[in-house]
Antibody
Framework: EVQLVESGGGLAQPGGSLRLSCAAS????????MGWVRQAPGKGLEWVAN????????SYVDSVKGRFSISRDNAKKSLYLQMNSLRAEDTAVYYC??????????????WGQGTLVTVSS | DIQMTQSPSSLSASVGDRVIITCRAS??????LNWYQHKPGKAPKLLIY???SLQSGVPSRFSGSGSETDFTLTISSLQPEDFATYYC??????????FGQGTKLEIK
């Protein structure tokens, strides 16, 4: 069974940092792109970042470029999101998600339960 | 950037109703369109990928159609567990993705 378990959320001050982790199990972690998706309070889902299987290719939504960094450790089957220079608008539940691409169309087929990040003074 | 627009933003319906949610892309995305269901406090759930392919384990009352810029998610006969928020997502601009703003389906 595929499992994705996020951790590391909590309260941070504006301008501060947090590091989110996602522990994966039940599948060959190194064989998949992985991503982070967030949901701010009362808002919809927003894709945040993706990382290729070997960690070389990474992509980010414009609003977090230069502040957030996605990484992975395939030996530990873990995905990370380093969040720096946090802003109030980064307050959200952050989900880790596994990407697959059947028929060449990528999609997120498994998601974690999410971890809440609150940015407030 | 590709923008995704869903309609309606919210919808009230009754158990047994047929419901259609639409999603429009700001440019052609072929069939690079996926649908998710999200309930409060839960992980989002994949329903449909590649516009019309039903994810394993998803009830057959869910179906998707469309291509290029216009897509629909249809629930043929609403069940109590279907009341949730539904999102479309384009993956044409991989690896950068965009979700629609969501459609909240409520009980009438």
């Amino acid at each position: 069974e595929v499992q994705l378990v996020e951790s590391g959320g909590g309260l941070a001050q504006p301008g501060g940092s947090l590091r989110l982790s996602c522990a994966a199990s039940g599948f060959i972690f190194s064989g998949h792109w992985m991503g982070w998706v967030r949901q701010a309070p009362g808002k919809g889902l927003e894709w945040v970042a993706n990382i290729e299987q070997d960690g070389r290719e990474k992509s980010y939504v414009d609003s977090v470029k230069g502040r957030f960094s996605i990484s992975r450790d395939n030996a530990k089957k873990s995905l990370y999101l380093q969040m720096n220079s946090l802003r109030a608008e980064d307050t959200a539940v952050y989900y880790c998600a596994r990407e697959v691409d059947t028929a060449m169309v990528p999609y997120f087929d498994n998601w974690g339960q999410g971890t809440l990040v609150t940015v407030s003074s | 950037d590709i923008q995704m627009t869903q309609s309606p933003s919210s919808l009230s319906a009754s158990v047994g109703d047929r419901v259609i949610i639409t999603c429009r892309a700001s440019q052609s995305i072929s069939t690079y369109l996926n649908w998710y269901q999200h309930k409060p406090g839960k992980a989002p759930k994949l329903l449909i990928y590649a516009a019309s392919s039903l994810q394993s384990g998803v009830p057959s009352r869910f179906s998707g159609s469309g291509s290029e810029t216009d897509f629909t998610l249809t629930i043929s006969s609403l069940q109590p567990e279907d009341f949730a928020t539904y999102y479309c997502q384009q993956s044409y601009s991989t690896p950068m993705y965009t979700f629609g703003q969501g459609t909240k389906l409520e009980i009438k």
